[in-house]
């Protein structure tokens, strides 16, 4: 009986590991989920409680002009990239862009974070990541420029504290408004050598 218990175990051992292989390669077959939010695809149905408890609906936003959606923390990163963000905001606010931060930080975190940084754009707080989820991005921050209708422009992820992403994302959404661009990268660093 002992010889056929250890003969059982000598077995498992060999087989368990072409086991734990042939899972691995039936994983790696599965297809993976198809990535649906892509630049010239519809934007997600999303809606998201703001700092004051009500609900904003994207698509209400997006009847009414060209949305940038940004899914951010304050890490040092995100905190050096802001002032780019800010600025553009501030650039093509009057001609209908709508700019949302969402954090994935605790309320209070972010609540001091807003005041300490004067951040004049719409924002939320999504610390269960639920967002990043619908948004189809795992990378923070991630920016989503949707145009008036909901389609999505471009999708720019990673953090970029030297601000040419934002430059960047500044000329798509000039383009979309008929307006010129806003160098923001200059405008911020021209601000930082007056203080």
């Not at 300490?116 to 999504?126: G, Q, S």
């Not at 990541?129 to 999708?155: C, D, E, R, S, Y």
Request: with cysteine; net charge positive; aromatic share 6%.
């Amino acid at each position: 009986m002992k010889r056929l218990v250890a003969a059982s175990l000598v077995f498992a051992l060999i087989l368990a590991p072409a086991g734990l292989q042939g899972a691995e390669k039936a994983k790696a077959k599965a297809k993976p989920v198809k990535k649906t939010v892509v630049p010239g695809a519809k934007a997600p149905a999303f809606s998201v409680l703001n700092a004051k408890g009500k609900v904003v609906k994207l698509k209400s936003l997006t009847d009414k002009g060209p949305v940038l959606v940004r899914l951010t923390c304050g890490c040092s990163g995100c905190d050096k990239e802001l002032a780019y963000f800010q600025e553009l905001h501030k650039a093509y606010k009057g001609q209908g862009l709508t700019s949302v931060a969402i954090f994935r930080e605790p309320d209070k975190k972010v609540e001091g974070y807003v005041k300490k940084k004067n951040l004049k754009m719409l924002y939320a707080v999504d610390s269960k990541g639920k967002a990043w989820a619908v948004w189809q991005t795992k990378k923070m921050p991630t920016n989503f420029l949707i145009a008036k209708g909901g389609t999505i422009i471009a999708v720019a992820d990673g953090c970029d504290p030297s601000g040419l992403l934002a430059k960047k994302l500044s000329e798509k959404v000039a383009k979309l408004l008929k307006t010129d661009a806003v160098n923001v990268q200059q405008v911020v660093k021209q601000q930082a050598k007056k203080k």
